[in-house]
């Protein structure tokens, strides 16, 4: 194994978790933006009320993408246990 193969390996890496993590990270960023509209609306500057709606949200979006995230991680270790089954 060289650094060319351990920068692949490494950049596989970082892009499955930045895919995997998209979408919940998407989602929290679109319900904490709808939630500060809210409270600047109304002048509530309640710190908690963010907290519930990010947290039901992620929760949802995770099981609603599960399958596609654990796609990700499999193929990603896939690809691993080949390069070490074949010796890099």
């Known amino acids: 194994m060289n650094e060319a193969d351990a920068l692949d ?10 895919v995997a993590t998209g979408p919940a990270v998407g989602v929290a960023m679109a ?7 809210f ?3 109304t002048q509530i500057q309640e ?8 947290i039901v949200a992620i929760l949802i ?12 991680i499999f193929a990603l ?6 390069r070490i089954e074949n010796g890099f």
Do not use: D, S
């Not at 710190?47 to 990010?54: G, H, Q, R, S, V």
């Open 47 to 54: 710190m908690t009320l963010t907290f519930i709606p990010k």
């Open 9 to 18: 390996i490494m950049r596989n890496a970082v892009w499955t978790v930045l």
């Open 61 to 72: 979006m995770v099981a609603v993408t599960g399958p596609f995230i654990g796609g990700q």
């Open 77 to 82: 270790t896939e690809m691993l246990y080949g």
């Open 39 to 41: 409270q600047a609306l």
């Open 31 to 37: 319900v904490g933006l709808v939630i500060a509209l």
